[in-house]
DNA sequence: CGGAACATTGATAGAGCTCAAGGAACGTGG
DNA sequence: CCACGTTCCTTGAGCTCTATCAATGTTCCG
């Protein structure tokens, strides 16, 4: 019961770069099945040699790296059309682990596959690549944005991120988008205590720029959030989709 | 006046992966040239669509990205046998800038032959592929110590894994390891003040675990400096130099 | 109804920032 | 060879931001 890439809900979003009929034929070849996970299900795991990498086609998750005593960083929030398990691919090892947060539907990759995939086909292969930048860059702008903001700044920087993201994959409705998280990830995410994480949503609350319960956020200003940030972030050009 | 591929001083280091007479030749094919800069030299902008991309060979660099107001932030070190501007490549832009600190020599290649080298070399396509994904692991970790380390700590964690990388291509002088950075770019790099990354420096110095001054860095008690980031940064293994 | 998980709030302490001043190292020109 | 400027390093003082501790509130579910 596994959806058929030419059929792939992604793809008709129109954020994704279009393939051919043969090249979706192609991915299809590669595509090893379909796998549905609980809320709290970890995917990969930090040091693990996952035999699978996957493609998430729905649900929200979260890639996090934990130091020795339990500190928790969350490293990135995880989207529709992310590629995870690059690392296992490439390197051997993941570097971080990644778990469901909602519900999670997901593509499955042989990881032994995927350097057939580079043999056949260069485009794909690049896509990955573009895939593995596209997440240094991501990681880049977070480490300037915890290196160098202040914790209200770092807030504003985090929810207008997450609401670009959102808003690309037409998650959101109107300017309130799903937030299935806690504030314990958001403050791993930001490098904030909780209680400050709280503290600081609060300010951004008695300002209107932010709403956030139950599960849901909502950004009625956007222009106020990004005077703190120091603009808008950019909107993305369309990106692979492997 | 370029090395040839085949002499690289490199590859008789024994760290990065060893290719055959004929792989050697394809990558000499692409080397467009080689590039001497001076201290200072900026070498990849931020948001520029750079029509080279370097391998470094000689001399120590850092990435960097800057917000708005000016507030810079250290993104990585780069040294010998680190691959630059691969985000140009395959993204089209550069998220981060790129400058010499020393003198540094660098192999030069074509932004255009990106893609023949992905056609013709699913090998060297997957070795490019390999430090996209390095990179991002290296940024996952500083963004978790940046994120959820004290100054200490974090000093502690970015001098133990400098000392690493420079050990790993034989720069360093039994403990000592040369270090060409002002404090300045080490606090930009942690995400500190520069004020307190001095008296952070006092106190590793103190506690008799770091020596550093006119241009060199001295870790004279490795096993105290690991005890601080719990644990030793893992030893790399091999890897490719394109 | 009771418990668990999560959110909120107040009080207090401390880590880290900013400001300000001075010192050391180094190159340049007289 | 010395005076001077520049750059970088060092140190002290005061204050702010953020963490921690502790308690209470809320929501949801069995």
Chains 1, 2 share one sequence.
């Not at 549905?36 to 930090?46: H, W």
């Not at 207008?160 to 808003?167: G, K, M």
Request: some cysteine; proline content about 5%.
């Amino acid at each position: 019961m596994t959806t058929d890439c030419a059929a792939c809900p992604l793809r008709r979003l129109g954020v994704f770069d279009d393939l051919s009929r043969d090249e979706v034929a192609f991915l299809q070849r590669f595509k090893h099945g379909e796998l549905r996970v609980e809320p709290g299900t970890p995917l990969l795991m930090e040091g693990s040699n996952s035999p699978q990498m996957y493609t998430a086609l729905h649900g929200l998750g979260l890639r996090t790296k934990t130091l020795a005593d339990g500190r928790r960083q969350v490293v990135n929030f995880v989207f529709p059309g992310d590629f995870l398990g690059l690392q296992a691919g490439v390197m051997g090892k993941m570097r971080h682990s990644v778990e469901a947060t909602t519900q999670m539907t997901l593509c499955v990759f042989d990881r032994s596959e995927i350097w057939n995939l580079f043999r056949q086909s260069p485009e794909r292969a690049f896509d990955i690549t573009w895939h593995a930048a596209m997440e240094e860059h991501f990681l880049g702008e977070a480490l300037t944005s915890i290196g160098q903001m202040s914790g209200l700044e770092r807030m504003a920087w985090g929810l207008q991120r997450y609401a670009r993201r959102c808003s690309m994959l037409a998650l959101n409705d109107g300017r309130s988008y799903p937030f299935p998280f806690r504030q314990q990830d958001l403050a791993d995410a930001l490098g904030l205590s909780l209680v400050h994480t709280n503290k600081t949503l609060q300010k951004l609350r008695e300002r209107q720029l932010v709403a956030l319960r139950s599960g849901r956020l909502s950004l009625p200003d956007p222009e106020g959030l990004a005077a703190l940030t120091g603009g808008a972030p950019e909107t993305e050009r369309r990106r692979p989709l492997i």
